[in-house]
């Protein structure tokens, strides 16, 4: 199970929304074995705001850190808190 780590930024007045909109979570090889044996879908990819075309957030978010292959090549995974799956 994915064990969660804490926000990417905090909540404090002048902090940008896209901050308080992720939450990062540790990367093992058990959740990579778990997230393809169950077929999670978590990033971008799978997201209705994402727009496959020109591979952009339509709320204008930075994708680098959500897109499911971040799992494969990082210890840690920053889910977005606006991921609305498709
Ligand atoms: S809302 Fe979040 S998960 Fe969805 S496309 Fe935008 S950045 Fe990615």
Redesign the pocket.
């Given at each position: 199970m994915a064990e969660f780590v804490g926000p990417l930024d905090s909540h404090a007045s002048g902090t940008p929304r896209y901050a308080s909109?992720a939450m990062i979570t540790r990367v093992d090889q058990k959740l990579r074995t778990e997230a393809r044996r169950y077929a999670l879908r978590f990033?971008?990819e799978a997201?209705r705001?994402?727009d496959h075309e020109r591979e952009a957030?339509?709320?204008g978010?930075?994708?680098e850190p959500?897109r499911e292959s971040v799992i494969d090549r990082e210890e840690q995974l920053a889910f977005?808190k606006?991921?609305?799956l498709e």
């Amino acid at each position: 199970m994915a064990e969660f780590v804490g926000p990417l930024d905090s909540h404090a007045s002048g902090t940008p929304r896209y901050a308080s909109e992720a939450m990062i979570t540790r990367v093992d090889q058990k959740l990579r074995t778990e997230a393809r044996r169950y077929a999670l879908r978590f990033g971008c990819e799978a997201c209705r705001a994402f727009d496959h075309e020109r591979e952009a957030c339509a709320y204008g978010y930075p994708t680098e850190p959500h897109r499911e292959s971040v799992i494969d090549r990082e210890e840690q995974l920053a889910f977005c808190k606006a991921f609305e799956l498709e």
